[in-house]
């Protein structure tokens, strides 16, 4: 009897699925169904992506790069440029993106001393209530001010709550590389990010009018327990490069030099994100824009900045295809592999769902009779 119940419902499974199989629409047969590399399969090389019909673009010592028309999100070249780097203050570019929709910029906020004790570079707070999310915004994208960057989490609610934003925006982005685990993008175990993924940020952060704005200033009044004080972007290119509009630069003793930036000229803007650079990046950054420029409209994009996920949409990362090595971060680790997202099905509801809900609960029928059988059986014995 078990035998049998056994292949009957084994029968019935195999007929009730291949029910669902022929009802279902071709599109929905081949899922689940695993996309390419984010921004196009040319995107998953380690090495030089180069387009055809213009010149190289100019090297550089960084291990990873970008290089984007903002316009169109067509990506011109590219090295590495999924390959998992510590970001540095880039991050904060993520923390931006994430709390200015969130933060009323006139808010008054008193840091706490735990946050004015931050390492690294700082703006110099005091805990006393006498600066507004502007200010801290500021100081966070002008002067990469660590207080400022857990200042602005506190504000928000917290390190958890900021954080589980920060990695929420990443996904919407689908900035599938990048792992959250600072507002400051100081160096932590488990964070990353890469050059593909910082420009999808810049991207991002260009359309906020408020974003642009503080990246775009080059000097600033501070508020100070009495008075103020004057502060200056750190970002070099926007006093040297003409139409340079800014982002954020970073380093770390293991994420080395990192940068993300966008300049425009003639009604065009380039973006280029680098990271893991080994020595002054500057100059090479400033080359890089200017191949962007010439090359844009001239060369085959070697791929594509994706859009935003919309808002009703389900996308989950995956991690597809063997571990890469050999693209280490700082610290001795290696690359990771790219982050791709699997296409969703919506199995709750319609016909299909009808099918397998009914093919399971008669399943399930014949499961418990022949449990019921055995039972029985058992209490003979």
Not at 65 to 86: M, R, W
Not at 186 to 213: C, E, H, M, N, V
Not at 220 to 242: D, M, Q, T
Not at 351 to 376: E, F, K, N, T
Request: proline share 7%; with cysteine; hydrophobic share 40%.
């Amino acid at each position: 009897m078990g035998t049998s119940l056994r292949a009957l419902g084994a029968a019935f499974t195999a007929t009730t699925l291949t029910g669902v199989a022929l009802c279902t629409p071709a599109a929905a047969r081949a899922l689940p169904h695993r996309a390419g590399t984010v921004g196009g399969d040319q995107l998953a090389g380690r090495g030089l992506i180069s387009p055809e019909g213009v010149k190289a673009p100019p090297k550089t010592t960084a291990s990873s790069y970008v290089i984007a028309d903002a316009e169109t999100g067509q990506v011109l070249a590219a090295k590495d440029p999924h390959g998992h780097y510590l970001p540095a203050s880039t991050l904060k570019t993520l923390t931006a993106v994430t709390l200015i929709p969130k933060l009323d910029k006139g808010k008054t906020v008193k840091p706490s001393q735990d946050a004015c004790n931050e390492e690294g570079s700082a703006v110099g707070l005091v805990p006393k209530p006498i600066y507004k999310v502007d200010d801290l915004m500021r100081a966070l994208l002008m002067v990469s001010g660590n207080d400022a960057a857990n200042a602005l989490a506190e504000a928000h609610g917290g390190m958890t709550a900021t954080l589980a934003d920060m990695n929420k925006e990443a996904r919407r982005l689908q900035a599938y590389d990048t792992v959250a685990k600072t507002p400051s993008g100081l160096d932590r175990p488990g964070q990353r990010s890469s050059a593909y993924d910082l420009a999808l940020i810049a991207r991002a952060g260009l359309a906020l009018p408020s974003f642009r704005k503080y990246v775009s200033t080059k000097t600033a009044k501070f508020p100070a327990p009495k008075g103020y004080y004057e502060i200056g972007n750190h970002n070099k290119l926007l006093w040297r490069y003409p139409g340079m509009i800014g982002v954020k630069n970073g380093w770390t003793s293991k994420a080395l030099g990192s940068f993300v930036g966008a300049a425009s000229r003639n009604g065009h803007t380039i973006i280029v994100s680098i990271m893991h650079d080994e020595g002054s990046f500057w100059e090479d950054v400033a080359k890089m824009l200017d191949w962007g420029f010439a090359a844009r409209g001239r060369a085959t994009p070697v791929g594509v900045l994706v859009d935003p996920v919309p808002e009703k949409a389900s996308v989950v990362p995956e991690l597809t295809g063997p571990a890469r090595s050999g693209s280490a971060l700082a610290g001795g680790a290696t690359a990771l592999p790219s982050r791709r997202p699997v296409a969703a099905v919506d199995s709750g509801s319609g016909p299909i769902a009808a099918m397998i809900a009914i093919g399971a609960g008669l399943l399930g029928g014949l499961v418990w009779l022949g449990y019921g059988i055995r039972r029985r059986r058992a209490g003979r014995t």
